[in-house]
């Protein structure tokens, strides 16, 4: 079985008021929650930007919980150099991969997982697996 490395629209998909349902009994599934660095460095932006009041107040408890809850990868040498590999793969492609999104690619790749995100589009083609649990798709 693949072990994904969950994008920032997946696991803040288990904050939401109505979270997808389908999205919450995969995430339930997973045998531990593994985060990029990068996805962290997102979520914790996202809630210091909102002004303060009960919804912030949530997402900062929410938000300690995850990161007492989940395995961050950080990005290390390997890391940087598979993203590098990545993004020569993607120019021969004639793509431009946000660097945010090849961050993420480049730390699975060098771990062997895939990324689960709802935005295949941004990951497909350079042979990391890649999952949307919204609408239960593969790809690669």
């Not at 339930?28 to 002004?51: F, H, N, Q, T």
């Not at 995850?66 to 492609?93: H, K, T, Y």
Request: glycine residues 4%.
């Amino acid at each position: 079985m693949t072990q994904y490395l969950l994008d920032t629209n997946v696991i803040s998909e288990t904050a939401r008021q109505e979270p997808n349902l389908q999205v919450l009994e995969w995430v339930r599934l997973l045998p531990s929650l593994m985060l990029p660095s990068v996805a962290v460095y997102e979520l914790a932006a996202g809630i210091r930007r909102l002004p303060a009041g009960r919804r912030r107040r949530f997402l900062e408890e929410w938000f300690a919980d995850l990161m007492r809850s989940c395995d961050v990868l950080p990005l290390d040498r390997d890391d940087a150099l598979a993203c590098a590999d990545l993004e020569a793969a993607a120019r021969q492609q004639k793509r431009v991969i946000e660097h945010r999104d090849l961050l993420i690619l480049g730390i699975a790749r060098a771990h062997a997982f895939g990324v689960a995100t709802r935005n295949i589009a941004h990951f497909r083609g350079l042979n990391v697996p890649v999952y949307d649990p919204f609408a239960d798709v593969h790809a690669l």
